[in-house]
């Protein structure tokens, strides 16, 4: 049972484009939670999803921020517009019910933006 | 969910046990203790958690003193392989927000061969 997967695993953005991170969350998980790391900081909740469905989305920003799980397909974290604040570590969580003890975290992708 | 203090770094004598604290006086009657680690550039690993009674897992040993002010992470023979930060985390057991995850600095545990 393959993990959660990220990728890209490093991305590479210049100021003012925009950045996607995707997530497939591992089999039989249909809730997928996304996390951000600042240099030297833990993570810090952004937002969580189900099918179709944003829960709560009340760690974004409330700018250039977006994600989207749908039906088919991995989750998608979208920024737009990247800043040079927004480099950090994008970890993304899945499992198979929201108080399920374990979120079982994937590998992460590195956003740079220069 | 409740605030948590951990020192931030703390050295292990590979195969000696490795005691990891953890306060979190404000800890409401309804709130987990979670810990999770992150080995340098992975994703956080869950490792356990418990409410009120000690825990044990393959992982490690979870000590909550009676009044659950605080908490020790025991790992019993920690190993190079163990090094990483290790995060202490409250978090309510069900309705709003009890999904979130809120990390703090955590501590550096280095295993000195």
């Known amino acids: 049972n393959a993990g959660v997967m990220q990728n890209p695993r490093h991305l590479v953005r210049r100021r003012g484009q925009e950045a996607r991170l995707r997530c497939s969350p591992m089999k039989g998980h249909s809730h997928v939670y996304w996390y951000r790391q600042l240099p030297e900081e833990g993570l810090k909740f952004m937002v969580y999803?189900?099918?179709?469905?944003?829960?709560?989305e009340s760690g974004m920003p409330k700018e250039r921020f977006s994600a989207e799980f749908p039906k088919e397909g991995p989750s998608i974290l979208r920024i737009q517009q990247v800043v040079r604040g927004d480099s950090a570590a994008y970890f993304c969580a899945s499992s198979p019910s929201p108080t399920t003890y374990e979120q079982y975290f994937g590998p992460g992708t590195r956003l740079t933006v220069t | 969910d409740a605030k948590t203090t951990q020192p931030t770094s703390m050295d292990c004598a590979e195969g000696r046990a490795a005691n990891l604290p953890c306060n979190h006086s404000t800890i409401s009657g309804n709130e987990y203790v979670y810990w999770y680690r992150q080995i340098h550039s992975q994703g956080p690993q869950y490792i356990i958690h418990?409410?009120?009674n000690n825990e044990t897992n393959e992982m490690a040993s979870l000590i909550i003193t009676e009044d659950r002010k605080s908490s020790t992470l025991i790992l019993p023979h920690a190993t190079l392989r163990d090094t990483a930060v290790y995060y202490c985390?409250?978090?309510?057991?069900?309705?709003?927000?009890?999904?979130?995850?809120?990390f703090g600095k955590g501590t550096k545990l280095s295993v000195i061969p």
């Open positions: 418990g409410l009120k």
């Open positions: 999803l189900q099918k179709e469905n944003i829960i709560d």
């Open positions: 985390i409250v978090r309510v057991d069900s309705g709003a927000g009890s999904y979130q995850l809120t």
